[in-house]
C-alpha cells in the first residue's frame, strides 16, 4: 500500500523563503532545489523508514546539493508520511519545533 503524504501548511512558508533566496541569486537555482525537493519527497514516500529519528519521533532527510532538510514523522499504523518543515542546515531547530 502506498504511503499517504501530508505537507503541513507551514511548508509552504519555507520553500516560499527558500525561492525568494535562490532567486536572487540564479532562477536556475530554483528549479534545481524544487527539483531535489520533488525528488526526496518522492523517495520519503516510498521509504518512510530510511532516515533515522532525531528527537520526538522527528526524522530528518538531507537534501544532497542545498543546505536543507526535511522533518517529518511517520506514522507506521495510518502509512502516513507528515513533513513539518523543510529547515536549512544551520538554523537552530528549536525554531521550528514549535510547529510539531
Known amino acids: 500500500m502506498k504511503t499517504k503524504k501530508i505537507i503541513l501548511k507551514s511548508v509552504d512558508f519555507d520553500l516560499l523563503e527558500i525561492v525568494n533566496w535562490y532567486n536572487k541569486i540564479d532562477k536556475k537555482l530554483t528549479k534545481m ?24 519521533d522527528i526524522r530528518i532527510a ?14 507506521e499504523i495510518k502509512n502516513t508520511l507528515i513533513i ?8 537552530n531547530p528549536e525554531i521550528w519545533r514549535e510547529r510539531t
Open 33 to 56: 532545489f524544487f527539483q531535489e525537493f520533488k525528488n526526496k519527497v518522492n523517495y520519503l514516500t516510498e521509504n518512510p523508514k530510511s532516515s533515522e529519528i532525531k528527537y520526538d
Open 62 to 75: 538531507y537534501l544532497i546539493k542545498f543546505p536543507y532538510s526535511i522533518h517529518y514523522k511517520y506514522d
Open 84 to 91: 513539518y518543515s523543510v529547515f536549512h542546515n544551520s538554523r
